[in-house]
């Protein structure tokens, strides 16, 4: 297929994802603001803000903190401009993504432009970004051929999800102390529900950790999203018979560690850790653009429509 | 409860396609008119608004000043009876022959000129007369694989041609889209009526683009050029790739090696065969043209002179679509095809003519000037609607460059009915049926895109200036289904259930009609 339509794609992936993830932090902020007696606004907004790559905030308070990951157009880091993202990437690769995906993209955008968003209460915005998202998506399994396009779609969603959960992992990780800050991760992830199944009365911070981190089960977990954007690679390169790509070889490297390592490591130092799968995620993304989108790249995290 | 079509006002002074000027509904209209009258005017209102709704959910939209806007649909059909369009059918494909015989000439031995038929300047002058066209030869000899002929109607409701566009005619999309969006917003009235049907148009240009392929290519790469979507008509171009499941390529996906054009895949370059190109002659080839350009790909024109790809529709093919050219119509269709042209030209005076443009300097304040390679109604000068400065800018222009205008008397348009603010008004429109040449045969698109001016009394119907659409209804027949023939299809005894044909068949309903008649088989 053409390189810019898989790259279009594949960033309609990202972007889908990102949305959705932004979301979920977003509502999982402002629940805490709410619930938590004793949370010190600014310091939390900060953390948030700088995990999401904003550094320069001087007092952040919960309005800010909406503008920069909810409504505001122009921030990048907002879950409207990464709709808007997914959709002008689909607008460029229109002929290819389904009709009825496009439409159902195209009328969530007429939803939310126009700062149509901000009008709704801050929870209504954000399930109703989830919940487009996850309309877009079921169209996109059910109506797209699952052949190459499919898995790049696939790889940036799944790329996108590894990215984003080590984000959301790593402000737990930095208010730790808190009694609520796992709990409040798992729902982040929208994997409360099934944590408690899965560990009944025996619930944890370590074993919190463990399931965001190493579930097999759990399609939100970082291991299972690896797991899916290497499989999404590996369709990719056609069966090579060694791993060819160095995106490949770094996924199949962050796994690994992830995958082998001692469980009982898996919370030391999380913040460290959780920078380093960012990393590995932007490497990955680099490597992936200069090796199938013949260098078109120069793409990074917010460089915008592709 | 007020009808749809109550106090609808007449005037003799213009042609209305539904209504006559003594206020009876002409026939093709007459079951919309009941039908319409039955819903009352609030319900088509409210089915007017789903349609809107409907386009700017699905994204129909097209660029206005940098902004996308859904591509205004008005509810009412234009409805064109059968003998009529068949009249219209053959008149453009008459049209349609005599420009590619005067392109392959033009770009060869140039006989007409010879012949003196015509001047030889006014080919040399236009400015879209690519020499370094001249000289590539179509495989099939097809220039014009897609033409767009604007048609409208007078005061008398002759159809007459208003311009040809033979370089890349667009408004083919929303013809494919507003017939789906009609029968899906009034199924009661779309089932009533027998109309052609113009969804073949995606299959047609597809096997019309195959079939000029470079010789030998056993199964060509077609593709869509596009310059991207900020283009006003990227809408179409994707609609026209996904339908005929082609792909929709900017310029930087494409790269010419060796005299041959490449696209970048993820699995390496790969060879294009034909490019449907919707980029103009400028920008399609830095080589040859602007050297600025990022839009096309260096080296196309190279690679289509080699016989290595095909360019549809041709370069250079805006010599023969050029206002000025456009009054030699009627004599290159008598020179080439020796017929006499079936479709009238709007009277037209050529201002390099000195005789024509000291008339026309005159009467400036009562005629239609226009500048020859305009397009989208820039720069027309309604001499009438204009001011004493305009006018006076306007006989500068003229007096500077002559070669770059003509004039025509105002043409009041015909008008059909229109769903605006204050209920159901008289508005003006044209016509622009489509054709494809596959190089065996002239296909004309039933029906074709009705444009309409929105405004009262507005002449201009292009949508860069605010205009709308129709959907265009060609009747089949007597135009009427009844209900119960359809029911009574439902109803076939078990022991004669239609076999499934294994080919789909292209004809038309009118054709299938016919051969059904021969053969005896069932009325589908």
């Known amino acids: 297929m053409l390189s810019r339509i898989a790259e279009s794609l594949y960033w309609i992936g990202r972007y889908l994802e990102r949305a959705e993830d932004t979301s979920r932090l977003l509502e999982v902020h402002l629940t805490r603001l709410l619930e938590d007696p004793v949370v010190d606004e600014e310091e939390v907004s900060r953390i948030l803000l700088r995990v999401m790559g904003i550094d320069d905030e001087a007092s952040p308070d919960h309005h800010t903190v909406l503008q920069l990951l909810g409504w505001d157009e122009s921030s990048s880091t907002s879950m409207v401009a990464a709709f808007h993202g997914a959709r002008e990437s689909a607008r460029r690769s229109r002929e290819t993504v389904s009709t009825e995906m496009w439409e159902a993209i195209n009328t969530t955008w007429n939803m939310m432009r126009g700062n149509r968003l901000q009008h709704l209460p801050a929870h209504r915005a954000c399930q109703l970004v989830r919940e487009r998202c996850a309309v877009v998506g079921g169209i996109a399994d059910s109506t797209m051929s699952h052949d190459e396009g499919w898995q790049y779609l696939l790889l940036g969603r799944s790329l996108e999800r590894v990215d984003m959960t080590s984000r959301i992992i790593e402000t737990a990780a930095y208010s730790a102390d808190g009694p609520y800050a796992w709990t409040q991760t798992l729902r982040a992830c929208g994997a409360h529900h099934a944590f408690v199944r899965t560990y009944r009365g025996d619930a944890t911070d370590q074993r919190a950790a463990e399931f965001l981190l190493v579930d097999r089960l759990f399609p939100r977990s970082v291991l299972f999203a690896l797991d899916r954007a290497e499989e999404a690679l590996q369709a990719l390169e056609g069966g090579t018979r060694v791993p060819s790509t160095e995106a490949l070889r770094a996924l199949g490297r962050a796994r690994a560690r992830f995958e082998f390592g001692a469980l009982e490591d898996l919370t030391v130092d999380l913040p460290t850790r959780m920078s380093d799968l960012q990393r590995t995620c932007s490497a990955v993304n680099d490597a992936v653009s200069s090796h199938f989108f013949d260098g078109a790249g120069q793409t990074v995290w917010r460089a915008g429509v592709r | ?524």
């Open chain 2, 1 to 524: 409860m007020a009808g749809a079509f109550t106090d609808y006002p007449t005037s003799t002074s213009t042609f209305d396609e539904a209504v006559a000027a003594d206020g009876r509904v002409r026939a093709a209209y007459d079951q919309v008119a009941t039908q319409f009258e039955e819903f009352g005017l609030d319900d088509v209102r409210n089915r007017a608004e789903y349609v809107s709704k409907s386009y700017h959910d699905q994204g129909v939209t097209f660029d206005y000043e940098g902004e996308e806007r859904p591509f205004p649909l008005d509810i009412v059909p234009r409805i064109i009876e059968a003998s009529t369009w068949s009249h219209v059918e053959e008149g453009v494909g008459q049209r349609v022959r005599a420009l590619e015989a005067f392109l392959a000439d033009v770009y060869g031995a140039m006989q007409i000129v010879t012949d003196r038929v015509l001047p030889r300047h006014v080919v040399t002058t236009s400015k879209h007369y690519h020499r370094v066209a001249y000289g590539i030869q179509p495989v099939n000899g097809v220039r014009v694989h897609v033409s767009g002929i604007d048609l409208i109607r007078d005061a008398e409701g002759t159809f007459r041609v208003l311009e040809d566009n033979v370089r890349i005619p667009s408004g083919v999309s929303y013809v494919l889209t507003n017939r789906r969006a009609m029968t899906s917003t009034l199924p009661e009235v779309v089932g009533t009526h027998r109309i052609r049907p113009v969804a073949a148009y995606p299959d047609r240009l597809l096997r019309a683009l195959r079939a000029a392929a470079p010789s030998g290519v056993q199964d060509p790469e077609v593709v869509v050029l596009t310059p991207g979507p900020y283009n006003s008509a990227y809408f179409e171009h994707s609609l026209l790739a996904r339908l005929m499941g082609c792909r929709l390529v900017e310029g930087r996906d494409l790269v010419t090696q060796g005299g041959r054009v490449m696209m970048r895949t993820t699995h390496g370059l790969q060879p294009v065969h034909v490019i449907y190109r919707r980029v103009d002659d400028d920008f399609l080839d830095p080589v040859a043209f602007r050297n600025d350009s990022v839009l096309g790909c260096p080296g196309l024109l190279n690679a289509a002179r080699a016989g290595n790809v095909t360019i549809a529709n041709a370069v250079g093919n805006g010599v023969a679509d050029d206002k000025l050219m456009y009054s030699y119509v009627p004599d290159l269709i008598r020179y080439y095809l020796g017929e006499e042209p079936l479709l009238p030209n709007v009277d037209t005076w050529r201002l390099e003519d000195p005789g024509h443009r000291e008339e026309v300097l005159d009467r400036l304040d009562e005629l239609v000037l226009k500048p020859v390679d305009g397009s989208g109604g820039k720069g027309i000068v309604i001499g009438p609607q204009a001011d004493a400065a305009e006018l006076d800018q306007l006989r500068t222009a003229v007096l500077r460059d002559p070669r770059g205008w003509i004039a025509q008397p105002v043409v009041q348009l015909s008008t059909i009915p229109t769903m605006v603010e204050e209920g159901m008004r008289p508005r003006h429109v044209d016509l622009r049926p489509f054709a494809i040449n596959d190089g065996e045969k002239v296909w004309v698109l039933p029906g074709g895109l009705t444009r309409v001016a929105l405004g009262e009394g507005d002449l201009i119907v292009n949508s860069s200036r605010g205009g709308g659409s129709k959907d265009t209804w060609v009747l089949s027949g007597d135009g009427r289904r009844s209900r119960f023939q359809r029911q009574s299809q439902r109803s076939l005894p078990l022991g004669t259930a239609p076999q499934v044909a294994l080919t789909r068949s292209e004809a038309e309903p009118a054709e299938q009609e016919q051969q059904q008649q021969q053969t005896g088989g069932m009325p589908c």
